[in-house]
């Protein structure tokens, strides 16, 4: 069973969010090889966290060691290739896959630069956390290609557009 533990903080604005991860993060799990996770007797945790500009930015430099603020980080808990044993083999029924963290800002920005919605941008960059938390990379051309790939199917069952569609003016 999937959970997801969400926490909004200002500027992010009152809304479903909740909902919004749970579908992201179903829609980007059942396209993966981790696909079962969906249908495990133990609790699936994801942890998102929904903040500001500034407090991604701390963690950015802290873990990233880059001195700005970016729209995504994924904090994982389980090695990718330890997630199915886990999840199998768990003492209390509790898989906790890791954290994600979305900075408004960047987010918002981002979205008025693409002119789609901030509730569009942000579940793509649910859908790509959760990648991240399972693995996926885009580090090289042919992991980014195939992450792409993941999220851009994801975010078609769920009625958005391709975010990496190369718009023509």
């Not at 090695?79 to 509790?94: A, H, K, M, R, Y």
């Not at 195939?146 to 009625?159: H, S």
């Not at 958005?160 to 023509?168: K, N, R, T």
Request: hydrophobic share 40%; net charge negative; proline share 5%.
């Amino acid at each position: 069973m999937l959970q997801i533990e969400l926490t909004r903080e200002q500027p992010w604005p009152e809304g479903d969010w909740e909902a919004i991860a749970t579908r992201a993060a179903r829609a980007a799990i059942e396209r993966t090889p981790h696909g079962e996770l969906l249908a495990t007797p133990a609790v699936v945790e994801i942890s998102l966290r929904l903040t500001s500009d500034d407090e991604v930015h701390v963690l950015n430099r802290q873990y990233r060691h880059k001195d700005k603020p970016t729209n995504v980080l994924s904090f994982p808990m389980v090695q990718p290739d330890l997630i199915d044993t886990v999840s199998q083999n768990s003492d209390d029924g509790e898989l906790l896959l890791g954290d994600i963290v979305l900075a408004h800002g960047v987010c918002a920005a981002e979205a008025a630069e693409r002119g789609i919605g901030v509730a569009d941008h942000a579940t793509h960059l649910m859908v790509h956390g959760v990648l991240h938390l399972l693995g996926y990379d885009h580090i090289e051309d042919d992991e980014a290609e195939g992450m792409e790939e993941i999220e851009r199917q994801a975010l078609a069952t769920l009625g958005i557009a391709d975010p990496y569609l190369i718009q023509e003016d």
